[in-house]
């Protein structure tokens, strides 16, 4: 999982390369290079690390011309090293790839064979082997890019360089993603919109087995079947600022008080407030005679599937199965014509979700897919498409992106129980009075973030959490301390509060903070003797509870207090403080919070 630049025009495109791929971090942050044309040449800057250590490298070695490609990479084949960098260069052909080639040894092989010398460990350096020898034989650029994606097995977007046809840029894809752009001052490709949205807003999105020709004024399209494609192009509006921090410190803080926005994006339009239904024109299903549901989906968005399974079954009535998308295929599901799989990916690329939704289809049932990014891998491939409107999230640790997809299930679920009659309308009215007012009690709640920062302070040498909560609440506990976890590295685990007792309650000794989702709601008395239990033996409470509480007080060491909101909603409130709290303990012990060690903001491979 890597992120590419490419451009072509009458512009430098040096700092259009490193400004989107400084964009695009988020995809991989390894390695960097560059590859520009200077005095009909092609000269390649490479280097270990991030975009900041590429800029440096090229004040060193200062290149400058009107026509090159970039990348920033997540190792996967080969150590994070200037060598395995791209762009790779072989003769006439400098490449910059993003994917898998699974057959790439026995290739690498036989190239080897004859004679070719490899200096670099990736999979994709044999791409630049392959497309010189087809140029050898006299093939043009895009019969040689032909001919050797034809011999690949796996998942490639590419741009490439040919050092004798300079002020060209060629691309194509296979199962990952890549846009094109065409602007006033040139033509532009990358791995995500957000990195050529400054130069363009017209954009393309070129299909699998396309194979792309950018020059300064033009993009061709040849398909795979090698004829010449019109590709519509679509005007993005998103604004270029969205993704800058806007001022805060980092883009995970921004995002985390983006939610009341985004919330509010992804229901507009999709409510009728003088009925109170819900219009999804966009899943065009006949929801009566849908068999079984299954929520497949990864890491964050996994908890979110949880969530769903709870609205659904309590508004529709109808069973749902939840699925984590690297288990799914492997069980054999009894997934089959007549069900629904509904994916949840905010990238739209996790290879697992993707793997889970090709499964689903061969069995026969229809894909739905709540995704955040466009036209991206998953909903491409399924029926129905339901967007979020988050924008983009760039910190790697998901969150605005998080309470987007419960928004997003929540209207699926008032569609389904809808269409099947589950429920009364006074009942309706009461819930779509409360979405409609939910994102202002969001605002009230991130004010405070500043209360979280003073309880972050408090635990700042704590090595270890726990993280309880019951119903719809328990996801949420999970999802606070995968948050914990993930950006400040304290090993943290959720619970369902019910469970303490069945082995979790070892683990509490003096000292341990323990995060309670108690807010008032039907099983409140309930959580509030597990808390009771924790307390006893030694444990300090961090209480996430409801305005009004006077009991919790006593109990808890630090205390968060929510507005009150219905039932169903509740995981929307809940889910801030758990972030908040992460975010401060994170800044707090001086992690890198917006681009965690070891991970990566898609994960596109198994
Ligand atoms: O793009 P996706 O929603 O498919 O990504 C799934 C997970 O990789 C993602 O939610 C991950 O767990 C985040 N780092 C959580 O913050």
């Not at 919109?193 to 299909?207: C, G, W």
Request: glycine share 8%.
């Amino acid at each position: 999982m890597c992120g590419i630049v490419a451009c072509v025009g009458r512009e430098d495109s040096l700092e259009i390369i490193l400004d989107g791929l400084k964009k695009l971090e988020y995809r991989g942050y390894d390695s960097a290079g560059v590859a520009i044309f200077s005095d009909d040449k092609v000269k390649v800057v490479k280097t270990r690390g991030k975009i900041a250590n590429l800029r440096k490298k090229v004040a060193e070695q200062p290149l400058s011309g009107n026509c090159g490609i970039g990348h920033t990479r997540w190792a996967t084949h080969g150590s994070p090293s200037t060598l395995n960098a791209h762009p790779h260069q072989y003769e006439q052909v400098t490449i910059v790839h993003n994917g898998i080639i699974e057959n790439y040894a026995k290739i690498k092989a036989n190239l080897e064979e004859q004679g070719n010398k490899f200096v670099s460990e990736t999979d994709s350096e044999i791409l630049a082997h392959l497309v010189q020898a087809n140029l050898l034989q006299g093939k043009t650029p895009v019969q040689s890019l032909q001919n050797s994606l034809a011999l690949l097995e796996g998942t490639w977007a590419v741009a490439l360089l040919i050092e004798e046809q300079p002020h060209k840029i060629w691309c194509a894809l296979n199962q990952s993603p890549l846009v094109l752009g065409k602007g006033r001052n040139g033509t532009y490709a990358s791995s995500d919109l957000t990195a050529v949205l400054p130069y363009t807003r017209e954009m393309i999105f070129p299909e699998d087995g396309d194979i792309c020709e950018l020059s300064s004024d033009s993009i061709k399209i040849i398909d795979k079947d090698g004829n010449q494609a019109e590709r519509a192009p679509q005007i993005i509006d998103w604004n270029p600022v969205v993704a800058e921090k806007a001022g805060f410190k980092h883009f995970m803080l921004k995002e985390i008080h983006e939610q009341p926005r985004s919330v509010t994006d992804t229901f507009r339009g999709k409510i009728d407030r003088e009925n109170f239904t819900v219009k999804l024109p966009e899943l065009d299903l006949d929801f009566s005679s849908i068999g079984n549901i299954y929520l497949v989906a990864c890491g964050t968005s996994y908890y979110a599937a949880l969530i769903g399974k709870f609205l659904i079954e309590r508004l529709a009535r109808i069973p749902v199965y939840t699925d984590i998308g690297s288990e799914f295929r492997y069980r054999q599901p009894l997934i089959k014509q007549g069900d629904l799989l509904v994916s949840i990916s905010q990238s739209g690329e996790t290879a697992d979700t993707l793997a889970a939704v090709k499964e689903a289809q061969k069995r026969g049932a229809k894909a739905v897919s709540i995704s955040n990014v466009l036209n991206s891998q998953i909903p491409r491939i399924s029926q129905f498409q339901l967007y979020t409107h988050a924008g983009p999230e760039i910190g790697v640790a998901s969150t605005k992106a998080f309470t987007a997809q419960i928004t997003a299930l929540l209207l699926f679920a008032l569609k389904l129980a809808q269409n099947r009659g589950t429920l009364q309308r006074k009942f309706r009215e009461e819930l779509i009075q409360e979405i409609l007012a939910l994102p202002s009690l969001m605002h009230q709640v991130v004010s405070h973030a500043s209360h979280l920062n003073v309880i972050a302070r408090r635990y700042g040498n704590a090595r270890d959490f726990l993280y309880i909560g019951r119903g719809i609440n328990y996801p949420i506990a999970l999802e606070g301390a995968l948050k914990m976890k993930e950006i400040s590295y304290i090993h943290a685990e959720g619970y369902p509060a019910g469970e303490m007792k069945h082995g979790p309650i070892a683990l509490i000794e003096d000292g341990l903070p323990t995060v309670v989702i108690a807010t008032k709601n039907d099983l409140y008395e309930k959580i509030v003797s597990n808390l009771v239990e924790v307390k006893s033996r030694g444990g300090q409470i961090i209480a996430i509870a409801s305005q009004g509480d006077d009991q919790i007080g006593e109990i808890a060491n630090d205390l968060f207090l929510l507005p009150p909101t219905h039932y169903l909603l509740e995981p929307l409130l809940t889910v801030l403080p758990m972030q908040l709290l992460a975010y401060y303990m994170a800044v707090h012990k001086g992690t890198d919070v917006d681009q965690p060690r070891n991970l990566a903001k898609s994960v596109t491979v198994e």
